[in-house]
């Protein structure tokens, strides 16, 4: 992996200690904080970086933060997904300490292909757990903010985007083909190497996804699983016809949805955010390198656009990627982080955190065609072991908690 990739995955955490006051800066009604007798001394949890989780691992290593961290992890659901799964959040703070604090929130995973979205603030969660008792900075960072952390608003993706590398969507079922049955025809794997690939002419323009014709309509793939772009399905100018992201064809990937908050991963984070009313929040998602802030929707300046822009600014310092209005990438309707900067009223920021064009890779087909793949590893850095982090840790991962790792 290129170092300016890993040095893109490092998380100015410390940034959020200096730019929010003791008191808070937006905050709703306290939360109840248990108290408990604290066993963070000399407890860990151990956890394997060098793979993407499934949702089931991913729901086990919560689980276990939250057993072995009573006095600092406190993890629940804030919703269920289209096929019923949980929406967890765990939330970081020394819960021996009962005065209102300021309130963070990381949320990772809206988009099913973007594997690295969900590792990224799992990682967090698991590193700052493990590592209370011994870092001084962390300590402070735990005894004085409460930090949300959300790894996966879209749960039902992991399934499906390792079935089909392309798939973003969350899952609610939709007749894309309005032949009156849903999701009968999706991309199949053909040639059994473990990812969907693209039919293109040599010129580059596309034919088809690999697959059969399940249904037997003489049409390949037009029926896939799912569903909405849950990064569309926010309220905030959705549905605007402007835009160069954010469709109103079920069959496009950024599906925006039938209204805005149609999908229960979206309302549940909705309701999630309304009641904690975080001061700052940030998304996680992969296709580039960047830090963005709003607006998304329109290249107007937002009213507190020095205010994004000075922190966004201070984590490209650390991250080393481009900061921008998000804008300025492409437009974008009903996205995650205008609702949460204009409805939610948080400072709101996206950080892509990897991209790599040379993923993708062209096996002729004959007759002027070639298979096109790599998608996976496009959005994915490849899994490898590494001697940056103890115990080989995914180098990916590293957290900046006052030096670099």
């Given at each position: ?31 109840p ?41 406190d ?8 096929q ?16 209102t604090?300021?309130r ?18 799992l990682?967090?969660?698991?590193h ?21 952390i959300?790894?996966?608003v879209?749960?039902?993706g ?54 059969k014709d399940?249904d ?35 069959f496009n ?34 296709g ?22 000075w ?23 009903g ?12 400072l ?9 064009d040379?993923?993708?890779r ?14 996976g ?12 982090l103890?115990?080989?840790?995914f ?11």
């Amino acid at each position: 992996m290129p170092s300016d990739a890993v040095r893109a995955y490092v998380i100015p955490l410390i940034l959020l200690v200096a730019l929010l006051p003791s008191a808070a800066v937006t905050s709703g009604d306290p939360l109840p904080l248990r108290k408990g007798e604290s066993k963070t001394a000399d407890a860990s949890v151990v956890a394997s970086w060098d793979h993407y989780k499934d949702y089931w691992e991913l729901t086990d290593l919560l689980q276990r933060l939250n057993c072995t961290f009573p006095s600092l992890a406190d993890l629940r659901s804030i919703g269920k997904s289209v096929q019923g799964r949980e929406l967890w959040v765990i939330r970081l703070t020394n819960e021996n300490l009962t005065w209102t604090r300021p309130r963070v929130l990381f949320v990772g995973y809206h988009h099913a292909r973007e594997f690295i979205s969900a590792e990224v603030p799992l990682y967090i969660a698991w590193h700052l757990l493990n590592n209370y008792a011994k870092n001084e900075t962390i300590r402070g960072l735990l005894d004085s903010r409460e930090l949300y952390i959300i790894p996966a608003v879209n749960p039902d993706g992991f399934a499906a985007a390792t079935a089909n590398n392309w798939h973003r969507k969350n899952l609610q079922p939709i007749d894309d083909d309005d032949d009156g049955r849903i999701d009968e025809d999706p991309p199949d794997d053909e040639n059994g190497n473990g990812e969907i690939e693209i039919l293109a002419r040599e010129d580059g323009s596309f034919v088809r996804y690999e697959g059969k014709d399940d249904d037997g309509d003489d049409q390949y793939n037009e029926d896939w699983p799912g569903g909405v772009d849950l990064n569309r399905n926010y309220a905030y100018g959705w549905g605007d016809p402007d835009v160069v992201s954010g469709s109103t064809n079920p069959f496009n990937e950024d599906y925006i949805g039938a209204s805005s908050f149609s999908e229960p991963e979206t309302r549940s984070l909705r309701d999630f955010v309304l009641q904690t009313k975080p001061a700052i929040a940030i998304s996680y998602h992969s296709g580039t390198s960047l830090i963005l802030y709003p607006w998304g929707y329109t290249f107007r300046s937002a009213p507190h656009r020095e205010i994004l822009r000075w922190i966004a600014e201070r984590m490209r310092d650390s991250l080393r990627y481009p900061a921008r209005q998000s804008s300025n990438l492409y437009t974008t309707s009903g996205s995650w982080d205008d609702w949460m900067y204009a409805e939610g009223g948080t400072l709101s920021f996206t950080i892509e955190v990897y991209g790599d064009d040379s993923s993708f890779r062209t096996v002729p087909a004959g007759e002027g065609l070639v298979w096109l793949g790599g998608i996976g590893a496009f959005f994915n850095p490849r899994r490898r072991r590494s001697r940056s982090l103890p115990g080989g840790s995914f180098p990916a991962f590293s957290l900046w908690v006052g030096t670099r790792s």
